[in-house]
């Protein structure tokens, strides 16, 4: 937590549209924040009376609601911070209304022990912006054959373990991995992806990825190994995080894994859920990403999968890459994108399109990460912490990616019109981002 919390002066917001995930209240409302945390609510436009040192702020109707809670965000500290700093990233998620983030172990060197782990936290606190957390190594190096210190990371503050984007593809090792964890309730998140079948590829096997002459896979490498990763759950007992489902076969066997009752959860990157493998155009390198762009008729499966509760999560999967590693021919380039001040407005598009209740919405970026990590946040409610997002979601917004607040700008949505400009972040009843008017 920011040394700071809690010092500032009481604030109330007043004609505001209050959306909490936790009631599914969705209208008119106030809040009170003093002392770092929400202190009341109201189901009506104010309050009768406030106290002469309340500084009021008069939301207009636009949208309050509980801070973003983003579960993979990739930075360069340590090792590449011409990429990205923990600084940088932090701004950038406070521009774009996340109020918390768990940073990925792929960093140089990798976060495979409570040392590294210790020392990022570190770094988070001397930022004093949003709250950062760290999701440790599931294996030593990232090299998919020892299992890392995860019991030791846990205790020095981990909150779940995984090889980022590497495939875990030895079996035993991955039963070693889900066993152990099991045994004191760590969360396992993993990227089902059969390396065989997927090496190499820089498009999705298909029609499109044909014509374009482009390295390709086929979307059953996602299936196949999802199958075995509910297997082994399964088998071990183990809470699995399905890291970025993408597609139509991978949703029917997360079905029924869940219909089976096993302990899994999944989420979803917002890129995905807003373009398919036709937004690649003529090679635009910014589109290039990691699972990459599916189908039109997947991209539906998965909004429709958010829209009734199958897909649990929606996360930016922000991953900067410099302008060196990214104008380069298609193949070639790094694959990734930025995604910490788009993620609100493209998830907001959904709303807009009628595909899915606000609240909904707002719940899979909110109260069900933090649900799943145990924490307090995520929702409006006396007592909980003030992280709050004030946001006008009508307002018109172009993606200049140039003005974005991340060091890197490699964003998809650059030039994309979206609907939704966030006007005041709060971490602990600090603004730690403000819209000029």
């Known amino acids: 937590m920011p040394r700071n919390a809690g010092k500032s002066a009481p604030t109330a917001f007043v004609n505001a549209r209050l959306v909490d995930p936790e009631s599914r209240y969705d209208g008119p409302g106030a809040l009170v924040v003093a002392e770092g945390v929400i202190a009341d609510v109201a189901r009506r436009p104010g309050f009768e009376a406030l106290s002469p040192d309340v500084r009021v702020i008069d939301c207009n109707g636009a949208m309050l609601a509980p801070g973003l809670i983003d579960l993979r965000v990739k930075t360069g500290e340590p090792g590449s911070e011409t990429k990205e700093t923990l600084e940088s990233a932090a701004r950038a998620a406070a521009g774009g209304g996340v109020t918390s983030i ?27 912006l949003v709250h950062v957390h760290v999701a440790g190594a599931a294996t030593k190096g990232l090299a998919g054959e020892r299992m890392a210190e995860i019991g030791l990371m846990r205790e020095a503050g981990a909150v779940y373990f995984t090889d980022a984007d590497r495939p875990i593809v030895d079996s035993k090792v991955m039963r070693r991995i889900l066993s152990y964890a099991s045994g004191f309730g760590a969360i396992i998140s993993h990227r089902p992806a059969d390396p065989y079948l997927s090496a190499g590829a820089a498009a999705t096997e ?3 990825a044909g014509r374009m002459g482009l390295p390709a896979a086929p979307v059953v490498a996602e299936r196949i190994m999802l199958e075995r990763d509910m297997a082994l759950a399964e088998l071990t007992g183990a809470q699995l995080l399905v890291d970025q489902i993408t597609c139509a076969d991978a949703l029917a066997t997360l079905r029924r894994a869940k219909d089976r009752g096993l302990k899994v959860a999944a989420t979803a990157s917002i890129n995905h859920l807003s373009f398919n493998e036709l937004d690649i155009g003529d090679y635009r390198t910014f589109c290039k990403l990691t699972p990459p762009l599916r189908a039109e008729d997947d991209r539906q499966a998965l909004i429709e999968a958010l829209a009734d509760g199958l897909v649990d999560i929606v996360v930016s999967a922000h991953a900067p890459a410099p302008a060196e590693d990214k104008r380069l021919p298609y193949d070639e380039a790094a694959p990734g994108a930025v995604g910490l001040e788009t993620l609100l407005p493209g998830l907001l598009t959904l709303h807009h399109e009628e595909r899915a209740p606000l609240v909904d919405l707002i719940r899979a970026v909110t109260l069900a990460p933090a649900q799943l990590l145990g924490l307090q946040a995520g929702r409006l409610a006396a007592g909980a912490p003030a992280d709050l997002v004030l946001c006008d979601i009508d307002a018109p917004l172009v993606v200049d990616a140039a003005r974005l607040m991340s060091k890197s700008k490699n964003s ?6 979206l609907q939704g400009q966030v006007l005041l972040t709060m971490v602990d009843g600090r603004v730690i981002h403000k819209t000029a008017q």
């Open 102 to 128: 768990v940073v990925q172990p792929d960093t140089d060197p990798t976060v495979d022990e409570p040392s590294v782990v210790d020392f990022i936290l570190r770094r988070a606190r001397d930022v004093e």
């Open 206 to 208: 298909g029609e499109f």
């Open 412 to 417: 998809p949505f650059d030039g994309r019109r």
